[in-house]
């Protein structure tokens, strides 16, 4: 079957179409320096806001307070449940149709809040997870120590947990720089495109779709690294455990 | 159930304290219930200052539980204890301070694995204590020199045989200035060969007159270090006294029959034809 494709297709239309060097060179430098550049910032962005607040809603899903448990589980089932499309469709023209505002710092609060209130949600059970992996002795000890609950979790249980959910972390991140592609429908000026639509754009513009082909391998640019310093940081932590 | 007491070599070890500022550990009618299942049925205890109790009995008896009431890792059904002559079962006691008194070696060592043994003296002493660093180290180093483990400094918990790694466990507990320690079957986990070392340390501070509650197995350990040894059955103390009386001559025909099925695995003692309770 595979054999039959590879001869059958059409090379010289493939790679005139998909990798047209002359094309992939009218690229660069900017897929590099605003379209890549802008990838990972918002990756971060979301990423690093997706953490904090969903370390935050796991150690509600945790409380001993009920109130805070039943917050924390309605924030993550509708974040979780809802497509990302839809919410940045919300932030970017419900938000602004409804309140007469745009919010307040643009360009980036939209992509911050987009990204990372749905990333805190799949974050937070991850988090969760890893807090509960850890075994209880770990708390108990702390605690026998004199160690408030709060020192128990900050110095002991989380550092302990983060190691345990690097690989699912990783995962999400990867996710989470795909979907950074869909920040394009907030609207976008030439400076803040990211990968995806420049590429799209760069489409339309040289009417060749081999600019797709380019940035979706500038993806890799980010996952492949990330993959190997995280593999790197897991076999560091193993040594320790 | 009929509790044996044992004939005391002292009036001190029978009387129960009336005020429970004497005691450096004072348990009064404590029970404990795990959902329907009670473990606790009525716990009266006490641990003197400078005293070495060991609590022997069956696994399930609720020797580990009683342990863990008293620095409230479990929260008593009912009943009241006090630790150095302070409730903490009174709702409004500051816990953490409490805790900070009372030094708890635990059977599976509970070491930090993501610290460095001296981080793993170090952190509760500054987090909790307060103290510098140098002064932290100092305590840490002191202590872990005490233990036979100032070559360990810098490694990690999972570098540690479990002697090694119980030891240090201890050297945790010791460098928050404890006035009592209690220890959960601190030997239990360890090969048979490293069981040595641990009980060595422990021998160790029973000398400098540490007040000492230990649930064990480890009866040749009991008979020699312990001023009293305390048996437990099902929720409850049996019988308790000198070590050589309580292992030597035991009175109550279930500790006899305890001991029998320890100090000679494979070999049940003679049933008592007077006594029901032994099938």
Same mark, same amino acid.
């Given at each position: 079957?595979?054999?039959?494709?590879?001869?059958?297709?059409?090379?010289?239309?493939?790679?005139?179409?998909?990798?047209?060097?002359?094309?992939?060179?009218?690229?660069?430098?900017?897929?590099?320096?605003t379209?890549?550049?802008?990838?990972?910032?918002?990756?971060?962005?979301?990423?690093?806001?997706?953490?904090?607040?969903?370390?935050?809603?796991?150690?509600?899903?945790?409380?001993?307070?009920?109130?805070?448990?039943?917050?924390?589980?309605?924030?993550?089932?509708?974040?979780?449940?809802?497509?990302?499309?839809?919410?940045?469709?919300?932030?970017?023209?419900?938000?602004?149709?409804?309140?007469?505002?745009?919010l307040?710092?643009q360009?980036?609060?939209?992509?911050?809040?987009?990204?990372?209130?749905?990333?805190?949600?799949?974050?937070?059970?991850?988090i969760?997870?890893?807090?509960?992996?850890?075994?209880?002795?770990?708390?108990?000890?702390?605690?026998?120590l004199?160690?408030?609950?709060?020192?128990?979790?900050v110095?002991?249980?989380?550092?302990?947990?983060?190691?345990?959910?690097?690989?699912?972390?990783?995962?999400?991140?990867?996710l989470?720089?795909?979907?950074?592609?869909?920040?394009?429908?907030?609207?976008?000026?030439?400076?803040?495109?990211?990968?995806?639509?420049?590429?799209?754009?760069?489409l339309?513009?040289?009417?060749?779709?081999?600019?797709?082909?380019?940035?979706?391998?500038c993806?890799?640019i980010i996952?492949?690294?990330?993959?190997?310093?995280?593999?790197?940081l897991?076999?560091?932590?193993?040594?320790?455990? | 159930?009929?509790?044996?007491?044992?004939?005391?070599?002292?009036?001190?070890?029978?009387?129960?304290?009336?005020?429970?500022?004497?005691?450096?550990?004072?348990?009064?009618?404590?029970?404990?219930?795990?959902?329907?299942?009670?473990?606790?049925?009525?716990?009266?205890?006490h641990?003197?200052?400078?005293?070495?109790?060991?609590?022997?009995?069956?696994?399930?008896?609720?020797?580990?539980?009683?342990?863990?009431?008293?620095?409230?890792?479990?929260?008593?059904?009912?009943?009241?204890?006090?630790?150095?002559?302070?409730?903490?079962?009174d709702?409004d006691?500051?816990?953490?301070?409490?805790?900070?008194?009372?030094?708890?070696?635990?059977?599976?060592?509970?070491?930090?694995?993501?610290?460095?043994?001296?981080?793993?003296?170090?952190?509760?002493?500054?987090?909790?204590?307060?103290?510098?660093?140098?002064?932290?180290?100092?305590?840490?180093?002191?202590?872990?020199? %005490?233990?036979?483990? =100032?070559?360990? $400094? @810098?490694?990690?918990?999972?570098?540690?045989?479990?002697?090694? *790694?119980?030891?240090? &466990?201890?050297?945790?507990?010791?460098?928050?200035?404890?006035?009592?320690?209690?220890?959960?079957?601190?030997t239990?986990?360890?090969?048979?060969?490293l069981?040595?070392?641990v009980?060595e340390?422990? %021998?160790?501070?029973? =000398?400098?007159? $540490? @007040?000492?509650?230990?649930?064990?197995?480890?009866?040749s350990? *009991?008979?020699?270090? &312990?001023?009293?040894?305390?048996?437990?059955?099902?929720?409850?103390?049996?019988?308790?006294?000198?070590?050589?009386?309580?292992?030597?001559?035991?009175?109550?025909?279930?500790?006899?029959?305890?001991?029998?099925?320890?100090?000679?695995?494979?070999?049940?003692?003679?049933?008592?034809?007077?006594?029901?309770?032994? *099938?």
């Amino acid at each position: 079957m595979g054999l039959l494709i590879v001869l059958k297709a059409d090379w010289p239309r493939l790679s005139h179409d998909y990798f047209n060097l002359a094309i992939a060179r009218q690229l660069f430098p900017d897929i590099l320096f605003t379209a890549l550049r802008n990838t990972a910032a918002y990756t971060a962005m979301g990423f690093v806001f997706g953490l904090g607040f969903g370390l935050l809603l796991a150690l509600m899903r945790l409380s001993v307070v009920a109130p805070y448990r039943w917050v924390a589980n309605v924030y993550i089932e509708f974040f979780r449940g809802i497509p990302l499309l839809l919410w940045l469709f919300f932030l970017g023209y419900g938000v602004p149709t409804a309140t007469g505002a745009q919010l307040p710092g643009q360009p980036y609060s939209p992509i911050v809040l987009g990204l990372g209130m749905p990333a805190a949600a799949y974050m937070a059970e991850t988090i969760r997870a890893g807090i509960q992996a850890v075994p209880k002795g770990q708390a108990e000890a702390a605690r026998s120590l004199g160690m408030s609950h709060g020192q128990a979790m900050v110095s002991i249980v989380i550092p302990q947990a983060f190691r345990i959910i690097v690989p699912p972390l990783t995962n999400e991140v990867i996710l989470l720089t795909k979907d950074s592609s869909l920040v394009a429908i907030l609207g976008v000026t030439i400076g803040t495109k990211e990968l995806t639509k420049f590429g799209r754009d760069a489409l339309n513009q040289l009417v060749n779709p081999t600019p797709l082909v380019i940035a979706g391998l500038c993806y890799l640019i980010i996952t492949v690294p990330l993959s190997l310093v995280v593999r790197r940081l897991e076999a560091r932590n193993n040594r320790a455990r | 159930m009929k509790v044996v007491k044992v004939i005391p070599q002292t009036s001190s070890q029978v009387e129960v304290v009336s005020t429970a500022s004497d005691a450096a550990i004072e348990v009064r009618s404590l029970h404990k219930s795990f959902g329907a299942l009670e473990v606790l049925k009525g716990i009266e205890f006490h641990v003197d200052p400078g005293e070495v109790v060991c609590v022997i009995g069956p696994s399930g008896s609720g020797k580990s539980t009683l342990l863990r009431c008293i620095n409230l890792l479990e929260t008593p059904t009912s009943g009241k204890i006090w630790v150095s002559g302070q409730d903490v079962t009174d709702p409004d006691v500051d816990i953490d301070a409490v805790r900070r008194s009372i030094g708890m070696v635990f059977q599976q060592f509970n070491l930090f694995p993501h610290l460095s043994v001296l981080e793993n003296l170090t952190i509760a002493q500054r987090r909790v204590l307060r103290r510098s660093r140098s002064e932290a180290e100092a305590v840490a180093r002191a202590n872990l020199e %005490r233990v036979g483990l =100032a070559d360990k $400094m @810098t490694a990690y918990p999972a570098q540690l045989s479990g002697g090694q *790694a119980q030891r240090a &466990a201890i050297a945790r507990s010791l460098s928050m200035g404890p006035d009592l320690m209690l220890f959960d079957e601190p030997t239990s986990a360890l090969d048979p060969e490293l069981v040595g070392d641990v009980l060595e340390v422990m %021998r160790g501070l029973a =000398a400098e007159g $540490m @007040t000492m509650m230990v649930v064990t197995h480890e009866m040749s350990f *009991a008979r020699e270090v &312990a001023d009293r040894v305390v048996f437990m059955d099902d929720g409850i103390i049996l019988e308790e006294g000198r070590p050589e009386a309580v292992l030597g001559a035991p009175q109550h025909p279930r500790t006899r029959d305890f001991l029998a099925r320890v100090l000679n695995p494979g070999h049940r003692a003679p049933p008592l034809a007077s006594d029901p309770t032994i *099938a």
